[in-house]
């Protein structure tokens, strides 16, 4: 019988690419992971690692392992969510996971109603860029996470991870409100206000969080690369700036909560679309029903 923790950091591997990843995220030491990959090798008969380079590449024997682990992970979650079910009343911890502006906008009232609804649940919030989500969803540093992703760059599906939508919300193209920008000029939008904007200078999202991939990726959709003047992670940071007239920047309905009379909000056809997301098969675990459920009375009420 193969082990199912050497199948976990077997499927981790798969997901984060190099051993030392893999044992920075279980707080293992890389010659641990090394040790317990070999023992499942060994428990395998056969091999399931080889060398490209210097990396630590699958065979497509341990291919075909992480995808029957995930079946198997998603089973283990889908017979926790019954026994859970079977208890009376929720309690623990749940730990979830959420982009700034909707820690801003949407949490609180949600943990005011599983608080009101669900006393005895321990809930702890952590704000993460949606990148780092998944994986700790499937490490199990988080049991629900709120997720995004822009309809002009999808985010793959993921095999350990089920969600369900929640919300889609417009985007805007935030501008100095006296802005003579391109074909934007002060209170004239443009057809294609991205397209107006080529000549401006940019302020987007560090590299390596969505923010910054999504708006280099909607400016090369309109046939130029931005001139980027500033990063900033923050949106109300981000509007600041623009009300400065330091640049423009992509702003979601969400992260606008008093518009400053010195920035314009220029609507873009693109949608952000918000989705709450947790480990496949733990769908029907009461605590999971119980977040999604806030969630969507949250989101019901922001929008009214």
Do not use: K
């Given at each position: 019988?193969?082990?199912?923790?050497?199948?976990?950091?077997?499927?981790?591997?798969?997901?984060?690419?190099?051993?030392?990843?893999?044992?920075?995220?279980?707080?293992?030491?890389?010659?641990?992971?090394?040790?317990?990959?070999?023992?499942l090798q060994r428990e395998a008969g056969t091999?399931?690692?080889?060398?490209?380079?210097?990396?630590?590449?699958?065979?497509?024997?341990?291919?075909?392992?992480?995808?029957?682990?995930?079946?198997?992970?998603?089973?283990?979650?889908?017979?926790?969510?019954?026994?859970?079910?079977?208890?009376?009343?929720?309690?623990?911890?749940?730990?979830?996971?959420?982009?700034?502006?909707?820690?801003?906008?949407?949490?609180?009232?949600?943990?005011?109603?599983?608080?009101?609804?669900?006393?005895?649940?321990?809930?702890?919030?952590?704000?993460?860029?949606?990148?780092?989500?998944?994986?700790?969803?499937?490490?199990?540093?988080?049991?629900?996470?709120?997720?995004?992703?822009?309809?002009?760059?999808?985010?793959?599906?993921?095999?350990?991870?089920?969600?369900?939508?929640?919300?889609?919300?417009?985007?805007?193209?935030?501008?100095?409100?006296?802005?003579?920008?391109?074909?934007?000029?002060?209170?004239?939008?443009?057809?294609?206000?991205?397209?107006?904007?080529?000549?401006?200078?940019?302020?987007?999202?560090?590299?390596?969080?969505?923010?910054?991939?999504?708006?280099?990726?909607?400016?090369?959709?309109?046939?130029?690369?931005?001139?980027?003047?500033?990063?900033?992670?923050?949106?109300?940071?981000?509007?600041?700036?623009?009300?400065?007239?330091?640049?423009?920047?992509?702003?979601?309905?969400?992260?606008?909560?008093?518009?400053?009379?010195?920035?314009?909000?220029?609507?873009?056809?693109?949608?952000?679309?918000?989705?709450?997301?947790?480990?496949?098969?733990?769908?029907?675990?009461?605590?999971?029903?119980?977040?999604?459920?806030?969630?969507?009375?949250?989101?019901?009420?922001?929008?009214?």
């Amino acid at each position: 019988m193969l082990d199912v923790r050497r199948l976990i950091l077997l499927r981790d591997l798969a997901h984060l690419g190099t051993i030392a990843a893999v044992a920075q995220a279980h707080a293992y030491t890389p010659s641990a992971v090394s040790q317990q990959l070999a023992a499942l090798q060994r428990e395998a008969g056969t091999r399931l690692l080889e060398r490209t380079g210097r990396r630590v590449g699958l065979t497509s024997t341990a291919t075909a392992l992480v995808q029957h682990t995930e079946v198997i992970l998603a089973a283990l979650e889908a017979a926790d969510a019954t026994v859970a079910a079977a208890r009376t009343g929720l309690r623990g911890r749940v730990r979830i996971g959420a982009f700034p502006s909707a820690v801003r906008t949407l949490l609180p009232a949600a943990l005011v109603g599983l608080a009101r609804d669900h006393p005895a649940l321990d809930l702890m919030i952590s704000e993460l860029d949606p990148v780092g989500m998944p994986a700790a969803l499937r490490s199990r540093r988080l049991d629900v996470a709120l997720l995004h992703d822009y309809d002009i760059a999808p985010t793959p599906p993921d095999p350990a991870l089920d969600s369900t939508a929640l919300l889609e919300e417009t985007v805007f193209l935030a501008v100095p409100s006296d802005a003579a920008i391109g074909n934007i000029a002060a209170g004239h939008a443009s057809p294609d206000p991205i397209s107006g904007a080529r000549d401006a200078q940019w302020i987007i999202g560090s590299p390596g969080t969505l923010c910054h991939s999504v708006a280099l990726h909607a400016c090369q959709l309109a046939g130029f690369t931005p001139a980027v003047r500033h990063h900033a992670d923050d949106f109300t940071a981000m509007l600041a700036l623009v009300a400065a007239g330091q640049g423009v920047a992509l702003i979601p309905q969400l992260a606008i909560a008093q518009p400053s009379p010195q920035v314009r909000l220029l609507p873009l056809s693109m949608r952000r679309r918000t989705r709450v997301a947790y480990r496949r098969g733990a769908g029907g675990h009461p605590a999971v029903v119980a977040c999604v459920a806030a969630l969507r009375d949250a989101t019901t009420a922001f929008l009214d």
